[in-house]
């Protein structure tokens, strides 16, 4: 199996930073895809970002040119930058891991941008 534990969600002004972490552990595959999603309330969970165990990443639109995605691989953990934050980034963001095996998800971190 594959834990995944996130942190560094907090509350953070408009046009401020959050720094996202998620650490992979367990039964993790040399190619392995880390990606983060987001749900807000009372909408459904999209994708932000993900990477693939060779570096390979990919953005969806909404933090195209304000997020940046990256990982250790020595690790296994993977971040999202989060700049010029906006209120409608608020929302909790999950860390999804994928192996050759498993398909796991983290608990979610709170995202809150507000003034």
């Known amino acids: 199996q594959v834990q995944v534990v996130e942190s560094g969600g907090g509350l953070v002004q408009p046009g401020g930073s959050l720094r996202l972490s998620c650490a992979a552990s367990?039964?993790?595959?040399?190619?392995?895809?880390m990606s983060w999603y987001r749900q807000a309330p009372g909408k459904q969970r999209e994708v932000v970002a993900s990477?693939?165990?060779?570096?390979?990443?990919t953005y969806a639109d909404a933090g195209k040119g304000r997020f940046t995605i990256s990982r250790e691989n020595v690790k296994n953990t993977v971040f999202l930058q989060m700049n010029s934050l906006k209120p409608d980034d608020t929302a909790v963001y999950y860390c999804?891991?994928?192996?050759?095996?498993?398909?796991?998800w983290g608990q979610g971190t709170q995202v809150t941008v507000s003034s």
């Open positions: 999804r891991v994928q192996t050759r095996q498993y398909d796991s």
């Open positions: 990477i693939t165990s060779d570096d390979y990443a």
């Open positions: 367990g039964s993790i595959s040399n190619f392995n895809i």
